[in-house]
């Protein structure tokens, strides 16, 4: 089947779905973030597989990345990142009315994630489901807070993006392997304060690039083949090409949306995939590199948790004031993607 050469033909025609948010607005109150204590350099990465620092700097911009110990689960950095969130925006658990977590590396298919999170955490009652968008799956949790608080359905929101990656690498692949990273992130999502909040969304899929980015794609699926060990696999260059375009398009779609120029962006947080992903498309956007967020060298490629990551960090370092107005923008398996565009409380 040449879904492959059938979707690179086909990819610049995919059409993209954009909107102005409406209704009641919302807006990130708090964020916070964890990453495992253990640092895997590339240094590290050349005594256990053929490659190189060099190699690995140049053609992704990763030096390092954070690896969970074996044995630890995703809930256990989602819920430490989770409590931090809390934390950030002054609020108990107890005060949510929905916890979503993103995930591309569940510790299980069911339960959920985000109802262990809910028990960890103690906030009984509220709506809690995990979201799977891979890369994509934080931005697809803030819009669902962000429709849910507009149909004034929830007040306080909980959306978090954690990974436990390294369990999912093949070793004998540098094309992948020295590319991923353990690590969590969450944002506290509340009504806005006037002026501020979400301004506009684009969000889309286009499956018939599913095969670009896979992990346990054997005929059966990974389940029903009692795959005991998904691995990671990708397409670099038909994803490096994708992602460029992607994030070109959903920048001049949200602005659009928005109604406002793109020299008006005070900064755009981009998923971290790749560094010449995000200098590629920041230079064809316009956007200097003083105006993106890149944090990809000290965490390589977080999926679901990369971009809270990236976020925090920008707010933690005095990079985000209030009043600016933010990209957010991801692309990931499936193949998907999500922007929006926030003025910051």
Known sequence: MAITTAYKARSDAVPLRSFK?????????????????????????????????????????????????????????????????????????????????????????????????????????AVAWDLLAACTSFMYGLSTADSYIASERADKVLVIGAEVLSRMLDYSNRGTAVIFGDGAGAAVVTPAPEGAGFLSWCLGSDGRGYEQVTCGNVPLGAYAAKEPNPIIDMKGPDVFKFAVDIFIRQ????????????????????????????????????????????????????????????????????????????????????LTWGATLLKWA
């Not at 998923?271 to 967020?293: S, T």
């Open 21 to 125: 948010t409406k209704g009641r607005r919302s807006a990130i109150a708090g964020i916070g973030v964890y990453a495992p204590d253990k640092i895997v350099t590339n240094f590290d990465l050349e005594k256990v597989m053929e490659t190189s620092d060099k190699w690995i700097t140049e053609r992704t911009g990763i030096r390092a990345r954070h690896f969970a110990e074996p044995g630890t689960t995703t809930l256990e950095l989602a819920t430490r990142a989770a409590q931090s969130a809390l934390d950030s925006a002054g609020l108990k658990a107890s005060d949510l009315d929905m916890i979503l977590v993103g995930t591309s590396s569940p510790d299980g298919p069911f339960p959920s994630i985000a109802c262990r999170i809910q028990d960890e955490l103690d906030a009984p009652g």
């Open 251 to 334: 920048a001049q779609e949200v602005t659009a949306a928005a109604g406002i120029s793109m020299d008006a962006i005070d900064l755009w947080v981009p998923h971290q995939a790749n560094f010449r992903i995000i200098d590629a498309a920041a230079r064809r956007i316009g956007l200097p590199l003083d105006k993106v967020a890149i944090n990809i060298d000290q965490f390589g490629n977080t999926s679901s948790a990369s971009i809270p990551l990236a976020l925090e960090d920008a707010v933690r370092n005095g990079r985000v004031h209030s009043g600016d107005h933010v990209l957010l923008a991801g692309f990931g398996s499936g």
